[in-house]
Antibody, heavy 116, light 107 residues
Framework: QVQLVQSGAEVKKPGASVKVSCKASGYTFTRSYMHWVRQAPGQGLEWMGIIDPSGGSTSYAQKFQGRVTMTRDTSTSTVYMELSSLRSEDTAVYYC?????????WGQGTLVTVSS | EIVLTQSPDFQSVTPKEKITITCRASQSIGNSLHWYQQKPDQSPKLLIKYASQSFSGVPSRFSGSGSGTNFTLTINGLEAEDAAAYYCHQSSGLPYTFGQGTNLEIK
């Protein structure tokens, strides 16, 4: 069965970077795009970007351009999302989701807290 | 960027009722519209893809319709476990976008 398992919660100071991982299993990793979506406390869902695990190409929401980097490791079927220059407004749960282009499977979420 | 507007933002209903949630797109998106359910402290779950196709394992009381700019999610015979937030999402073009969500309370 398809599973997306994300790394654990993080606490970061303003200005720092965070790197969240998402390990996929149960399907052919390179055959489905992966998306990152975040959700601030009590708020809705916000799309951050997409990565093609096959070739590594990416596309990011303009809001995050210059601060977000999505990468993948095909040897471990893992995608990564790194967000830099963190500020308090980046406090959120970050989800990876397999996209095709509907988001049929989601990771469990990773809470990133930005606090001084 | 395609803006999705859901209505209502919140609704309180009793079990066995029927509810309709609407999602309006700022431009035509064909049938590239999907619906998700998110319960508190859980990840979203896909309910309906491409406007009207039920995802595997989703109860038959959930259905979707629409095309172009107007879409609906209908839940027939509401059950207590349907208390959740519901989101629409468009995949017609990048950036992908979500509606603001509809919170459903079961009395």
């Amino acid at each position: 069965q398809v599973q997306l398992v994300q790394s654990g919660a993080e606490v970061k100071k303003p200005g720092a970077s965070v790197k969240v991982s998402c390990k996929a299993s149960g399907y052919t990793f390179t055959r489905s795009y992966m998306h990152w979506v975040r959700q601030a406390p009590g708020q809705g869902l916000e799309w951050m970007g997409i990565i093609d695990p096959s070739g590594g190409s990416t596309s990011y929401a303009q809001k995050f351009q210059g601060r977000v980097t999505m990468t993948r490791d095909t040897s471990t079927s893992t995608v990564y999302m790194e967000l830099s220059s963190l500020r308090s407004e980046d406090t959120a749960v970050y989800y990876c989701s397999r996209g095709g282009p509907d988001f049929d499977y989601w990771g469990q979420g990773t809470l990133v807290t930005v606090s001084s | 960027e395609i803006v999705l507007t859901q209505s209502p933002d919140f609704q309180s209903v009793t079990p066995k009722e029927k509810i309709t949630i609407t999602c309006r797109a700022s431009q035509s998106i064909g049938n590239s519209l999907h619906w998700y359910q998110q319960k508190p402290d859980q990840s979203p779950k896909l309910l309906i893809k491409y406007a009207s196709q039920s995802f595997s394992g989703v109860p038959s009381r959930f259905s979707g319709s629409g095309s172009g700019t107007n879409f609906t999610l209908t839940i027939n015979g509401l059950e207590a476990e349907d208390a959740a937030a519901y989101y629409c999402h468009q995949s017609s073009g990048l950036p992908y976008t979500f509606g603001q969500g509809t919170n459903l309370e079961i009395k």
